[in-house]
């Protein structure tokens, strides 16, 4: 398994400003995703963030609505531009350990756009 | 792309009793199913998982049952305890190397005392 913290764990922003979410890994991994949840709903892939390649985004998402960063093995962020109340959300990084199709989740940033 | 349906979206049993909860999945070339349960305010748990060349996987009072023909695969839980109330996701992963995941739209699980 691995262990992954996400910060900050909730925030409350205006509308039109940006918040940069970083996802920490406690072992190197290839692979880390960046999901969306909203309020009472499913999970929905935002996109794959692969170390040393750009980010793979999914029918929906833009890079410059939400661009991501991944410098290293163990660390991601994700920022979300110019908010709107619609971007009210959790917002979830996820890994899959080299070798093994398990995928583990952190805790999630809340974040409510007002 | 996979789509992933699963029923019913809310459950309530009596502690004690079983729970089952079932998705199904459209991609025939998906080959990994994991399920994972949410409590309120924290992140989704890999619970238990699947691959296309089993059919049943037990880790104590929980199972995973996969029909690849049908294209379906179940959860079961015995012996509910008040614990195991949270959200339940199904999900499916196609071949491949992406090991992107499609979710299914959640379980609320409710164990009555």
């Known amino acids: 398994s691995a262990v992954i913290s996400q910060k900050p764990s909730r925030d409350i922003c205006q509308r039109g400003t940006s918040l940069t979410i970083q996802c920490q890994v406690d072992s190197q991994v290839t692979m880390m995703f960046w999901y969306r949840q909203q309020p009472g709903q499913s999970l929905t892939l935002i996109a794959t963030a692969n170390q040393g390649s750009e980010a793979t985004y999914e029918s929906g998402f833009v890079i410059d609505k939400f661009p991501i960063s991944r410098p290293n093995l163990t660390f991601s962020t994700l920022t979300v531009s110019n908010m709107s109340p619609e971007d009210s959300s959790i917002y979830l990084c996820?890994?899959?350990?080299?070798?093994?199709?398990?995928?583990?989740f952190g805790p999630g940033t809340r974040l409510t756009v007002t | 792309g996979e789509n992933v349906e699963q029923h019913p979206s809310t459950l309530s049993v009596q502690e004690g009793d079983s729970a089952v909860i079932k998705c199904t999945y459209s991609?025939?070339?998906?080959?990994?199913f994991p399920w994972y349960k949410q409590e309120l305010g924290k992140g989704p748990q890999l619970i238990i998982d699947i691959r296309s060349n089993v059919g049943e996987k037990k880790d104590q009072r929980i199972a995973v049952t996969l029909n690849k023909t049908a294209k379906h695969f179940s959860l079961h839980i015995t012996e509910t305890q008040p614990e195991d109330s949270a959200v339940y996701f199904c999900a499916a992963s196609p071949s491949g190397s992406a090991r992107q995941l499609t979710f299914g739209s959640g379980t609320q699980l409710t164990v009555l005392p």
């Open positions: 991609d025939s070339a998906s080959n990994y």
């Open positions: 996820s890994v899959s350990p080299t070798g093994t199709y398990e995928q583990y």
